[in-house]
């Protein structure tokens, strides 16, 4: 982290503690993300992580998302957790033709509080490395005119880099991007498919965002 860089969180941290808050829990690359998503306004970004602790404190007050609230979604089994990626990165599997939208939204924004912040804790493991990303291979197979989800699809869109996969060349690169290991039979690799409730956290991996 450069000076500048340096000098700028040290200025939000002052200014959360300003807003009657603390960062003592969190690590520079955290708060650098929250610089960088205000412009490196220091002001505007400790409101926002400010905004962000108030709500993850309401959401998601036991630090996580157990099963039993999200058990709807989590039945359709639609989305698992491979493991890592060559890179250390967590690698999702989603099966859109198990999806339908949901009708309660609520379970559902739960369910992707849910099975990021497992995702992340399966991975990163507590660590703050400032580029922190995850994997998310989208199967339409089998894909129907039911299974489709605007609201889940722009959601999806803002946040995932997207790379279609319809060739032989393409293949190639998925398998060596995210490793046979991690990668489940039938798409290039060796791997078992893990259903998302099924993957279990180890004592090492528990430290929850």
Request: hydrophobic share 40%; glycine share 6%.
């Amino acid at each position: 982290m450069d000076q500048n860089h340096e000098v700028a969180v040290t200025q939000m941290r002052m200014s959360v503690e300003k807003l009657g808050s603390s960062t003592e829990k969190y690590e520079d690359p955290t708060l650098m993300r929250f610089l960088i998503a205000r412009s490196m306004d220091t002001d505007k970004a400790a409101k926002m992580f400010v905004q962000w602790l108030q709500w993850r404190a309401s959401f998601v007050s036991l630090n996580y998302i157990p099963d039993s609230e999200v058990q709807d979604e989590l039945n359709s089994r639609k989305i698992y957790l491979q493991g890592q990626s060559t890179k250390g990165c967590p690698v999702l599997l989603v099966k859109i033709k198990n999806h339908l939208p949901a009708k309660d939204q609520l379970q559902f924004k739960k369910f992707v509080v849910h099975l990021l912040d497992k995702a992340i804790s399966s991975s990163f493991r507590g660590r703050e490395i400032g580029n922190e990303k995850l994997i998310a291979i989208l199967d339409l197979h089998q894909i129907a005119y039911k299974n489709i989800d605007t609201r889940g699809l722009i959601t999806g869109f803002q946040f995932l880099q997207i790379v279609i996969v319809c060739n032989e060349e393409e293949r190639r690169e998925l398998i060596r991007t995210v490793g046979e290991e991690a990668l489940p039979e039938g798409y290039g690799g060796r791997a078992k498919l893990v259903a998302l409730q099924d993957f279990v956290i180890t004592p090492s991996d528990d430290k929850m965002p």
